[in-house]
């Protein structure tokens, strides 16, 4: 069973930049993608970016897109969360999720606070 486990958030100003990175366990590690998700206090999980674990073709969500860039290291079943030019919407719990070929995504990570404060 593969467990995720996400390091990385914290306290910046806005304009700053953070890099989260999650690293999954589990033996013949293979997926499909690989992805970020936020959640916001009071406001339901949303998309943030994906990658084709294979391909390394990646997927946005328009309010990041041009400011955060997710790359993976498939030697240590490894995918990170390159965040620049953070604003204070980008608050949020940040969790990575596995999506295994042919499903969605079914494996989360405990999640990683990132709180950007001007």
């Known amino acids: 069973q593969v467990q995720l486990v996400e390091s990385g958030g914290g306290l910046v100003r806005t304009g700053g930049s953070l890099r989260l990175s999650c690293t999954a366990s589990?033996?013949?590690?293979?997926?499909?993608?690989m992805g970020w998700f936020r959640q916001a206090p009071g406001k339901g999980r949303e998309f943030v970016a994906d990658?084709?674990?294979?391909?390394?073709?990646?997927v946005y969500a328009d309010a990041v897109t041009g400011r955060f860039t997710i790359s993976r290291d498939n030697a240590k079943n490894t995918v990170y969360l390159q965040m620049n030019s953070l604003k204070n919407e980008d608050t949020a719990l940040y969790y990575c999720?596995?999506?295994?070929?042919?499903?969605?995504?079914?494996?989360w990570g405990q999640g990683t606070q990132v709180t950007v404060s001007s």
């Open positions: 999720a596995v999506s295994p070929v042919g499903k969605g995504y079914d494996t």
């Open positions: 589990g033996r013949a590690f293979s997926p499909h993608a």
């Open positions: 990658i084709d674990w294979s391909l390394g073709i990646a």
